[in-house]
């Protein structure tokens, strides 16, 4: 078959063209993302609940709910939590569960619940997380030259321009951003609605005799739609049309109430006032009120083009537009741009640093330069074979590709240098690179499939990780099969061709002082020296092996390794009764005292209105605060002028920080503490928050080195009607809840729709303080008027603010922070504590456990790749002694590895353990081809010791070669500074140590190795 191939040079380059064509047309169809499209194993369910509190929303909407949701097949956790106002629970499966069918079940239950809710309670809101739902970018839309927030008159809290815009925002520049192909939907938030509010003059209803629910009644029956009637007029018919419904303020205002004979229009008796409605929550983009866009791109669109087509379309609109600001914050495609453009300029320096190598090592320009063209064109060909299997352009996926070159290039020096030892061996050309190509043909494809075997045992990881790490083993084995297959076929065919002209292989003159024969007769002195002194590798053997048993339990574990951000998000609870007003401006104080140390900021402050779950919910008294800064240096300096700041005006306040919720961060952030006790009363209802309080006094003395964070506490004004007085009064129930909406402007009586418009009519009293509301509302009884404040007295109550549960019930989460070799003293002390106090029992979860558990998983990857790797060995050796000999050098390499990273002050997290399974696949391949080449030496008759020896030279030169080209594709990722690099920086590390460790074994430690096992058989 090679023959036929050597003979046909131009029909093997025209097919070559063809697969190098489809490649490149087949890169530009590829969809680019930061991670790949893989379903989220989590559905969210979110509750708005006006007016209850947090208890009462936990025992009345949130229990009946997560009896029904727990029953769910696949579940692997399910959390509550209960506020003010509103409720989630999220529910988290297996990886690989079907989401589309857990939606509809999900679904179902909730139906199925909806008899046994509060009827005042909407029906909970269902979302179904994916990769895809993070926005791709946020676009802030404001007035231009509108004045900074701050406090209007209570009736009018924005401007006139901004409740235009809001309409405008919704209406038109939504509905035209959706129109791009490339996008999914535009969620928004910051919108104020519109609402006619109806206040009756009471000097003026008294005088004539008219009570407000007359007036009610009025409008009521006012607002009328009939159908249409047919009438028949002989061989004709008729249909007649009735129109009395509201349509406007002027309608409402031009009602006519007939009283004590008397015509009144209802502008006389009371005024009618188009206002914002009352908002729960509101946005702010450098300190002026704005509309938040969330841009969520389709599954299949190329960011780029997403990009592209959104700028023409902003520059479209600040044209037509020029009142309106547009202000793109939180780009995802700044990331993915930056991140995968470094990847590809570190790909690109690593080749040419493994080229200049490859250069000097084979002396002349020509072997290079065949080297070099199969890069490209492995790459080309492996994009092609992307797109038939689906995988996206992604920094997972690229990143397989970067391991991919050091290892593609090795199969072509392997070849190469084979064929060019035979020709100078005196062969004929022909002869040499067909009998040179087959002779390492079959240690090549075992050294492709132990590579591929510690990669794909990467895709059984549980969770997301094993969903989004397909991508990288699949690069990886994509990359190296095209490669060998190059390698094979296409080098030998060009070899030949290229060198068809000359009689001898000839160095390049100015190559040829770079001479390998010094390092070769260095080696057999240096490999005769261990000869001698085989005790002293062995003693080094010992100690790596306990240095890795210990090393593994020292060093620190962790998900991912640190990144490098210089956006990020502030979280702040202000843990007081603020109104969402009040909670705004203190948070755009907080900002505004930061100065130019940020270029941008976006408050969004309590409640927002975003309908998908890429935005952690808020409170009223919440705010979650978007910050940009200069540089990622500046990122640390303003967190500690945010916790000065609060320090100092909010003592009683909380913040947290997090990354900007990028796409990476939705799927492998740390969603949990470190540590988390979960305190459950035995009582089995919610915890007591006096025994909470004084748990947590305990804890806290018991662990003086520890933050116990304070229980997070509310206080209501509660109002307890007297049924007495009532009584005495003839005062009904609903007579009290009526007259209390009406002067709370909680009232709506109906809604007019104009347009895609919704205007809902309140019929209110005057805005006051409460003292004034209480004294001055009136229920109208046919013997007097009876103030509201006589019939109801005040108590204050205080409860938690928060309510948690999980599958087990009622909790109260207490997060700690301890160091991870501190963890389980800290287990013990907290348990000590709980059953002094004997009112709680206490169960842990946290970080600490699902990081070691995520190692574990890593490490029992690592022995399903080890026992894979001795099987194919043992398949191409026809042995079981000698795979052992070369999976004996893993545990030094992987010592040498462990020490780097613990001398740099790296952890051992997804990344690191991923280089170290690479390098259990890499570090082999040199002691394939050496104990390969032995087995041919002996077999040809040459004695054990002298059989080794001349393996070593003949296996020096391209074994150091591989093993340089291998590190300096690599060594680029070195460097930090965005997310891809950050991620692949521990990989990288691990690898390049790995690397120079392995080779030093696979030249002096697996020659004494198979010395000592074959010894006593000479």
């Not at 044209?319 to 690109?348: A, C």
């Not at 952690?616 to 945010?642: F, R, S």
């Not at 305190?679 to 018991?702: F, H, K, Y």
């Not at 965005?978 to 690898?991: A, C, E, N, R, Y």
Request: aromatic fraction near 8%; hydrophobic fraction near 45%.
């Amino acid at each position: 078959m090679l023959r036929k191939l050597l003979d046909r040079p131009i029909a093997v380059t025209m097919i070559a063209v063809v697969l190098l064509i489809l490649g490149i047309v087949s890169s530009r169809l590829l969809p680019v993302s930061l991670v790949p499209d893989v379903d989220a194993p989590y559905i969210t369910v979110q509750i708005p609940a006006q007016g209850l509190s947090a208890r009462q929303l936990d025992e009345t909407v949130i229990t009946p709910l997560r009896q029904q949701l727990i029953q769910l097949s696949q579940l692997t956790d399910l959390r509550s939590e209960a506020r003010e106002g509103n409720g989630i629970i999220r529910l988290t499966f297996e990886q690989g569960s079907d989401i589309d069918y857990l939606f509809i079940e999900v679904n179902e239950k909730i139906d199925r619940s909806t008899t046994s809710l509060p009827r005042d309670v909407e029906r909970p809101k269902v979302i179904k997380a994916s990769v895809t739902d993070i926005p791709a970018f946020y676009i802030n839309l404001t007035v231009r030259g509108d004045q900074p927030a701050g406090h209007r008159d209570e009736r009018h809290p924005v401007s006139d321009r901004f409740a235009a815009l809001s309409r405008f925002a919704s209406q038109v520049i939504t509905k035209r951003i959706e129109q791009l192909p490339e996008v999914a939907m535009v969620d928004l938030s910051g919108t104020v609605a519109p609402e006619l509010l109806v206040i009756p003059d009471e000097a003026k209803l008294r005088q004539a005799g008219i009570t407000i629910a007359a007036v009610e009644g009025a409008l009521r029956r006012a607002n009328v739609t009939l159908g249409s009637l047919a009438i028949r007029d002989g061989e004709y018919q008729y249909n007649v049309k009735f129109r009395s419904a509201i349509n406007g303020r002027k309608d409402i205002e031009d009602i006519f109430l007939k009283i004590n004979g008397r015509l009144f229009r209802l502008k006389e008796l009371a005024a009618v006032v188009e206002h914002p409605r009352k908002r729960q929550g509101m946005v702010f983009s450098d300190g002026r009120n704005a509309v938040s866009l969330a841009v969520v791109k389709q599954a299949d669109a190329r960011m780029s083009k997403l990009k592209d087509e959104l700028d023409k379309q902003l520059r479209q609109f600040r044209y037509d537009y020029p009142d309106v600001e547009f202000t793109v914050t939180r780009d995802q495609t700044e990331l993915l741009d930056y991140s995968i453009s470094n990847l590809v300029n570190n790909i690109i320096t690593g080749a040419l640093l493994a080229c200049v190598i490859i250069f000097f090592f084979m002396r002349d320009m020509k072997s290079p330069m065949l080297v070099i063209l199969t890069i490209p064109v492995t790459l080309i060909i492996s994009i092609l074979v992307f797109y038939l299997l689906h995988i996206s352009i992604n920094i997972i996926s690229l990143s397989g590709l970067v391991l991919g070159i050091g290892m593609m290039v090795d199969n072509s020096i392997i070849v190469i240098d084979n064929i060019t030892a035979r020709w100078i061996r005196g062969e004929q050309l022909a002869g040499a690179v067909t009998q040179g190509t087959k002779e390492v043909m079959v240690p090549m494809l075992s050294s492709v499939l132990t590579t591929c075997a510690v990669f794909v045992p990467l895709i059984f990881l549980n969770g997301m990780a094993g969903a989004l790490f397909y991508d990288q083993a699949m690069a990886v084995a994509i990359t190296l099969f095209v490669a060998y297959g190059v390698s094979v076929t296409l080098l030998p065919v060009y070899y030949r061709w290229w060198y068809s002209r000359q009689q001898a292989f000839r160095p390049t003159p100015w190559l040829a002082f770079f001479s390998f024969d010094r390092i070769i007769d260095r080696y057999d002195v240096i490999l005769k020296w261990f000869f001698r002194r085989r005790g002293l590798m062995w003693g080094i053997y010992v100690v790596a092996v306990l240095g890795l048993a210990g090393l593994f339990w020292v060093i620190d574990k962790e998900r991912l390794p640190a990144m490098t951000y210089s956006d990020m998000l502030v979280r702040i609870d202000w843990n007081d009764r603020i109104s969402a007003e009040e909670n705004a401006r203190r948070t755009e104080n907080l900002v505004a005292s930061l100065g130019d140390r940020i270029l941008q900021s976006t408050v969004m402050a309590g409640v927002q209105q975003f309908v998908l779950s890429h935005t952690e919910e808020n409170g009223v008294a919440e705010a979650t605060v978007y910050l940009k800064c200069h540089e990622p240096d500046d990122v640390a300096p303003v967190q500690d002028a945010i916790r000065g700041y609060l320090a100092a005006n909010a003592p009683a306040a909380r913040c947290s920080f997090g990354v900007s919720g990028n796409v990476f961060d939705m799927i492998f952030a740390e969603r949990e503490a470190v540590l988390t006790a979960r305190l459950r009363s035995t009582t089995g209802r919610s915890a007591d928050p006096e025994q909470l309080q004084r748990l947590l006094g305990r804890i806290r003395d018991a662990l003086p080195g520890q933050e116990i964070p304070p229980v997070a506490m509310q206080e209501d004004i509660l109002y307890i009607a007297q049924p007495d007085r009532m009584a005495l009064y003839g005062v009904t129930y609903n007579d009290l809840i009526a007259a209390l909406r009406n002067a709370l402007n909680e009232n709506t009586l109906f809604s007019v729709t104009t347009g895609d418009e919704s205007l809902p009519v309140v019929i209110g009293n005057d805005l006051r303080s409460l003292d004034d509301l209480l004294g001055n509302t009136f229920i109208h009884t046919p013997e007097a008027e009876i103030p509201v404040g006589i019939l109801m007295r005040q108590t204050m109550t205080r409860d938690l603010k928060h309510v948690v549960a999980g599958a087990e019930g009622n909790y109260y989460p207490l997060d700690l922070a301890p160091r991870a070799k501190d963890v389980p003293a800290v287990i013990g002390t907290i348990r000590g504590c709980v059953a002094e106090d004997g009112h709680f029992e206490v169960s842990f979860s946290g970080s600490y456990f699902s990081n070691r558990g995520m190692v574990g998983q890593l490490a029992g990857v690592l022995a399903v790749a080890l026992l894979l790797l001795f099987f194919i060995l043992a398949a191409q050796f026809e042995s079981l002694v000698q795979p052992w000999i070369i999976l004996s050098e893993i545990v030094i390499d992987l010592f040498g590895a462990l020490v780097v990273l613990w001398a740099f002050g790296q952890t051992l997290n997804l990344m690191s353990m991923i280089g170290l399974i690479v390098v259990c696949g890499i570090v082999i391949n040199d002691s394939i081809l050496k104990i390969d080449t032995i087995n041919t030496l002996r077999r040809e008759g040459m004695g054990l010791k002298h059989a080794i020896m001349e393996a070593g030279r003949r296996r020096l030169k391209a074994i150091v070669m591989t093993s340089l080209t291998t590190i300096l594709a690599v060594a680029p990722f070195l460097s930090h500074g965005d997310m891809g690099s950050d991620l692949q920086l521990p990989m990288s590390l691990t690898i390049i140590s790995g690397m120079i460790v392995g080779t030093l074994v696979s030249v002096f430690f697996i020659p004494l190795a198979y010395y000592e096992i074959y010894r006593p058989r000479r």
